[in-house]
């Protein structure tokens, strides 16, 4: 799903990590991250332009960060309660130290309801993020991802 927006949870994992934490690392920390996407304050311009580059490819569609953005608002206005959390041993990675390129995947589970809690939905999702070093840090560059299922 285009709107699953806890899929640059991951990439945070790869950028806000010291570059020479290995892989099995990186993965430790995932759980951290899903925790802060899940919350609406945590989806801020800053955040959006430390996560991602200037000029991204965002589920087939070539977006500006700002747009990446608003998109995230819209998101958060329909299902302000979320939760995410990366299927165990699905997080994978190819961001070794020091990677001009990389791409981390995951299965994630979620999970949405409205403001008032009547419109609930659940799934799992597979994600996808190429990331390219930009300014010292890796910034997704291509954000993309399908259902696996949902109720």
Same mark, same amino acid.
């Given at each position: @799903?285009?709107?699953?927006?806890? &899929?640059?949870?991951?990439? /945070?994992?790869?950028?806000?990590?010291?570059?020479?934490? *290995?892989?099995?690392?990186?993965?430790?920390? @995932?759980?951290?991250?899903?925790?802060?996407?899940?919350?609406?304050?945590? =989806?801020? $311009?800053? &955040?959006?332009?430390?996560?991602?580059? %200037?000029?991204?490819?965002?589920? %087939?569609? $070539? @977006?500006?960060?700002?747009?990446? !953005?608003?998109?995230?608002?819209? !998101?958060?206005?329909?299902? $302000?309660?979320?939760?995410?959390?990366?299927? $165990?041993?699905?997080?994978?990675?190819?961001? *070794?130290?020091?990677?001009?390129?990389?791409?981390?995947? /995951? +299965? @994630?589970?979620?999970?949405?309801?409205?403001?008032?809690?009547?419109?609930?939905?659940?799934?799992?999702?597979? =994600?996808?993020?190429?990331?390219?070093?930009?300014?010292?840090? +890796?910034?997704?560059?291509?954000?993309? *991802?399908?259902?696996?299922?949902?109720?």
């Amino acid at each position: @799903m285009r709107h699953l927006r806890a &899929t640059l949870l991951i990439v /945070a994992l790869a950028a806000s990590t010291p570059a020479l934490a *290995g892989p099995a690392e990186r993965d430790a920390h @995932m759980d951290e991250y899903l925790t802060i996407w899940s919350r609406n304050g945590a =989806v801020t $311009p800053a &955040t959006v332009d430390r996560l991602y580059a %200037g000029r991204v490819i965002y589920y %087939g569609r $070539p @977006m500006s960060s700002a747009a990446v !953005f608003r998109d995230k608002l819209a !998101f958060i206005r329909t299902w $302000p309660r979320r939760s995410y959390e990366a299927v $165990p041993g699905t997080v994978t990675n190819d961001c *070794g130290d020091g990677a001009a390129r990389c791409r981390v995947t /995951a +299965l @994630m589970r979620w999970s949405r309801a409205d403001a008032a809690g009547r419109r609930r939905q659940s799934g799992t999702n597979s =994600v996808r993020l190429d990331l390219a070093r930009q300014d010292g840090a +890796l910034k997704i560059v291509r954000e993309s *991802g399908r259902p696996v299922g949902s109720r």
